[in-house]
């Protein structure tokens, strides 16, 4: 499973754009259609757990696993 900083440089490698930071990291990207992805980075330095990293690639990322692994 990745890590919450495997996210962070895929989020940063593929044009998303860091927008807040508190205790999380916040970043947003714009889909050419108009579409905003949004998704939220723990500080953390632990993995992903199974059951989250599928919804965060699925609904906020909107990428499958081997195209995540290629940005990271």
């Known amino acids: 499973m990745p890590k919450w900083s ?3 440089r895929y989020c940063e490698k593929d ?3 860091l927008y807040k930071r508190t205790d999380h990291f ?3 990207k714009w889909l050419s259609d108009g579409t905003l992805l949004r998704t939220k980075i723990s500080m953390g330095t ?3 757990k199974g ?3 599928k919804e965060i690639l699925k609904k906020q990322l909107r990428t499958t696993d081997e195209e995540f ?3 990271i």
Do not use: Q, S, V
């Open 51 to 53: 059951h989250l990293w």
């Open 6 to 8: 495997d996210l962070k």
């Open 26 to 28: 916040f970043y947003r």
């Open 46 to 48: 632990g993995e992903i």
């Open 69 to 71: 692994n290629r940005k």
């Open 15 to 17: 044009g998303w754009e």
